[in-house]
């Protein structure tokens, strides 16, 4: 994965969860709604604040596209810079 | 009435935007209006009439809000469907005596025809035929109330109900030309579509997004009202507070970033607002405005600009007047009142709300200060009595756990005797045993010594909206968590014992 998107991701997200986890704890493969409770409301601000810090427009997607990502491993894929993503 | 104006009076300013994660579509009120009329021309065709139902079931979209003013425009009323709660199918289309149903979702129902199906038919025509003028006890469309169980009550709205609320708003907030109205909840709730109606009336824009994208589409919008719900805010306030304790930055330049630079006001309804969070926005430099009112009174009262009392949800509004019975109970008078009974509904159901000279029991505990603030205390059907006959009013109890912010959610049950036990959500996973004890101890410190809690069982999951746990309104289904955990709620052993 893109290492700043993900350490980026993994940061944003602890901030929209109930629960406290650490952003390192994170498995990048957990559904985040079944593990983390993570809402569709809660998805949006993450991502809003995610696009924010790495310069990404979030209007690149649909909210087709974000209901399909659904680990953090498929969201930074999606908002990490177009060539730089790496498997 | 307003709701003849908006379709015999073209309007002179003001816009419709529909926001969506990946763009924005604007388009002048009076374009707004000009397609509503001509929609309306071709569902007249199709035999759309007075007295006709169509059903709306779709998501927020332009077609959505067209349906509903040509619909205003013929004298049909319309029922909407909230995708999800509802399937577009015969046995819907049969049980609500649609004339037509427009869906964005597969239907296989031969009444039924998908939303786009609006485009062609606002291109067809080319005049608008005259607007057909309510009388004040019409009903212009059925609402759908989320009852805490089985099937959604169908209650018809009058257009004078509709017509004093929207007085009684303008009032109090007078919505002009400069505002953007935000609207993202679904428009099948009945007050959503009046800040339509609204804008078409005083001028001002609106901005209709989604629940799911009104996070990323508000900032872009940049309302200068916010018309939400208390999850929603909870939502925001719990992100703007970390992320100010993660950057250093003031919450209050966080949450302008989030909401817009133009915030007048922020408008919250249909649930009770946690006290703290009510707080951290007006904090924020964007004042909240809680209130009150059910689907079967429309508003009853509204904190607004120069009449705000912290804790209350604002002075009874006019055309409005709450009555309390010996007990407390909140029974509300209306001017012109919704309806006086349920069009759909099990039988008793009416009676049991609507009552002789247009009074509806809300079932709602309140008291009235001495200048006129409404302050709601719980349900009446959340007292608890207990053995001793000592009556308990469970919600200020369970704000009290939660209070220390180590518990999300607490609803309070007497499974035996004077024995009262929470079931309680944890807020980190896995749940901290010794908060929750910490919250427990601190909220008996707190209350009386028959307000004592016992025990909290920890919930095995958050209540959710999927789980059956809440209402789609994000209250708590109290039959269903106490089924959920019968079995530690009748052990005396299970939980986390106060000490």
Known sequence: ?87 | MIVNRITAEAPVGGRISFARLDGTETFSLAELHARAGRLAASLAELGIGPGDRIGILAANSPQWVLLDLAALWLGAQTAGFEPGKFDPDQQLITRYGLRLLFTDRPSEAAEALPLTEVDRLVEKADSAPEPVSWAAWQVTTVKFTSGSTGEPKGLGATAGSIDSSLRAVQDMFHHRPGDDLFVFLPLSLLQQRYWVYSALRHGHDVTISTYEAAFATMRRARPTVVMGVPAYYETARRQLESRAARSGKPAAELARQLFGDRIRYLWTGSAPAAPAMLRFFTEAGLPIYEGYGLNETCIVAKNHPGASREGSVGRVVVGKEVLLDADGVISVRSDHPVNDHYEYAAPGDSEKVFRPGGLVRTGDLGLVDEDGYLYILGRADDVIVLENGKKVVVRPIEEQLRAGGAITEAVLFCPQQTDLVAVVCAAAQPPDERAIAAALNAANAALGKDERISRAIVATEPFTVENGLLTSQFKPRRPQIRAAYATELANPQEGIHAH
Request: hydrophobic share 40%.
């Open chain 1, 1 to 87: 994965m893109h290492t700043e998107t993900e350490t980026a991701a993994r940061e944003n997200l602890v901030l929209v969860l109930t629960s406290p986890v650490e952003p390192e704890e994170i498995d990048p493969d957990a559904d985040l709604a079944g593990r983390y409770g993570l809402t569709s409301l809660n998805k949006v601000l993450f991502l809003t604040s995610l696009c924010d810090e790495t310069g990404t427009e979030l209007s690149r997607f649909t909210e087709h596209d974000l209901a399909r990502m659904t680990t953090l491993r498929e969201v930074v894929e999606a908002v990490a810079p177009t060539g730089i993503r790496a498997v």
